[in-house]
């Protein structure tokens, strides 16, 4: 007894702070299980709410639970909700507020038109793809006139320099990539002249996209009065960019498409024989729709009002040729993503054709799908993309999807002039979507963008005639070609396919 309350007596006594804390070393395992366990039931919890794909909530907890550090930053970059974000926030309602009373007054102005349009998609089968536009993005078909569709970077800038050239009051230009060359030289004497002359120039090109290239053309065109400015450019939004490309000119007239700012959409560059891409240029009421998804960005970048007449007139110069339009667009903070959904829509209901281009072919599964369903029905459903990869993660992971579509009977070709980055789709000879968007997962769920659809017979036949021609351009992809990859290729591709969708 005695020799136990000796030994007792040589322990030194510990404060209650020291004690506290050599019981959390002795018991670690189960403070770090216990803190483990509420950071994941968090995780768990947030994820649920998303409501987002299954697929993706799963992916998402796997990493997070294995990768923590690691997870949490990928997430804060690349996973959070957008979508649920916005409405939280009352995004959408505030911009429908802003844009709502001068958008009205356009479309009232044409409500006639509009009904015509209307009664020629039900007559022809495609009032659903109408409404669906119209109910998503609030904006009915309108008049699109002198309609041109623009096959080459060439053909573009010749016209676009003109344009700018003429314009007397305002000029809005938003691209998602601007360099500094030749082309961009030229583009800053034109809109320094017509700033010299009192045209307002205002320029909103993408942060990221523009990033590696000079800004001492842009700087000398702010100084002389034009506003500048660059978008998206918060930390958290950096993996979701404003891949759009759009000129307004004056309020009435409009370009759009893939074709960015720079030389080598024009002959290539150094690393490509050619440049094959597709832009159109339209003017008329239809017109509203591109410089509403401006004035909305603009409004966010700079919190400058364009909604006045200024820049959307109720009337507008009647053009020769006058074909119905809408504009489908998507962004990751959309609640309706038009442009995708638009997409889905016309391939499901499509009965003879589906002719489609991008450069890239990594789509959502809804696309996939529908595509794959049409070739099944027999509908004659092509696809068209690069044969010269810029992107090899985008190519490789490309194949994965050739299978199923080709053995569903749809084709797929492959464009070796050079370059390809058109960004096209022609549904039965009736329907025709020229715009911005990819086929693959950050155009059709990143990234901000848009397609313009023209309802005409005409205009969309013309494009098919584009289409043939390219064909003379490319090879066929066969199912042999594709069975021949190595098992090494099949792992490589599929691994990427992974990864893409991860994003």
Not at 42 to 70: C, G, K
Not at 259 to 280: C, E, F, L, M
Request: charged share 20%; with cysteine.
């Amino acid at each position: 007894m005695g020799n136990c309350q000796a030994s007792q007596s040589f322990r030194p006594r510990l404060s209650r702070k020291r004690a506290m804390e050599w019981h959390i070393i002795e018991n670690w395992p189960a403070y770090f299980g216990a803190a483990f366990f509420l950071y994941w039931l968090t995780v768990l919890v947030v994820l649920i709410n998303d409501q987002r794909n299954p697929t993706r909530t799963l992916a998402w907890l796997i990493i997070l639970t294995f990768l923590p550090l690691f997870g949490l930053v990928l997430y804060f970059f690349l996973g959070r909700n957008w979508k649920k974000i916005a409405e939280q926030n009352g995004l959408h309602e505030r911009l429908h507020g802003l844009a709502a009373p001068r958008l009205s007054a356009v479309h009232e102005g044409y409500a006639t038109e509009s009904k015509k349009a209307r009664a020629w998609a039900a007559k022809h089968g495609w009032a659903a793809l109408t409404a669906l536009i119209e109910q998503a993005e609030g904006g009915p078909p309108l008049p699109a006139w002198d309609a041109q569709i623009l096959a080459s970077g060439a053909e573009k800038f010749a016209r676009l320099k003109l344009d700018l050239a003429g314009a007397k009051q305002t000029v809005n230009i938003q691209y998602f990539i601007w360099e500094r060359d030749a082309l961009t030289a030229e583009l800053t004497a034109i809109l320094h002249e017509r700033i010299a002359a009192g045209v307002e120039v205002r320029i909103l090109n993408d942060f990221i996209g523009c990033l590696p290239y000079s800004k001492a053309e842009l700087k000398q065109l702010a100084a002389v009065g034009a506003k500048v400015h660059f978008d998206v450019r918060q930390i958290g939004k950096a993996n979701y960019r404003n891949h759009r490309k759009i000129v307004v000119i004056d309020g009435v007239l409009a370009y759009t498409g893939g074709i960015n700012v720079a030389q080598k959409y024009i002959d290539g560059g150094s690393r490509y024989p050619a440049w094959r891409d597709t832009h159109v240029c339209f003017a008329g009421p239809a017109v509203t729709e591109l410089q509403k998804l401006f004035a909305l960005r603009w409004y966010e970048a700079t919190n400058e009002n364009l909604f006045s007449e200024r820049f959307f007139p109720d009337v507008y110069p009647e053009g020769k040729c006058s074909v119905p339009a809408q504009v489908a667009a998507t962004s990751v903070e959309d609640k309706w993503e038009s442009a995708r959904r638009a997409h889905v829509l016309a391939i499901s209901q499509a009965r003879q054709r589906v002719w489609v281009q991008s450069p890239y072919f990594v789509p959502d599964d809804q696309i996939y799908e529908a595509m794959v369903n049409a070739a099944l029905a027999g509908i004659d459903v092509r696809l068209m993309m690069t044969g010269w990869p810029d992107k090899k993660t985008a190519w490789y992971a490309a194949h994965t999807y050739f299978g199923p579509l080709l053995e569903a009977g749809g084709r797929i070709f492959l464009y070796t002039k050079g370059f390809f980055h058109a960004k096209t789709m022609t549904i039965d000879g009736m329907l025709l979507a020229i715009g911005t968007m990819n086929l693959d997962i950050r155009s059709l769920e990143l990234h901000k963008e848009l397609m313009v659809w023209f309802l005409d017979e005409d205009l969309t036949r013309e494009h098919e005639s584009i289409f043939q021609a390219d064909l003379s351009h490319c090879e066929e992809y066969s199912l042999d070609r594709l069975r021949s990859l190595s098992r090494l290729a099949v792992f490589r591709n599929s691994a990427l396919r992974l990864a893409s969708n991860l994003l």
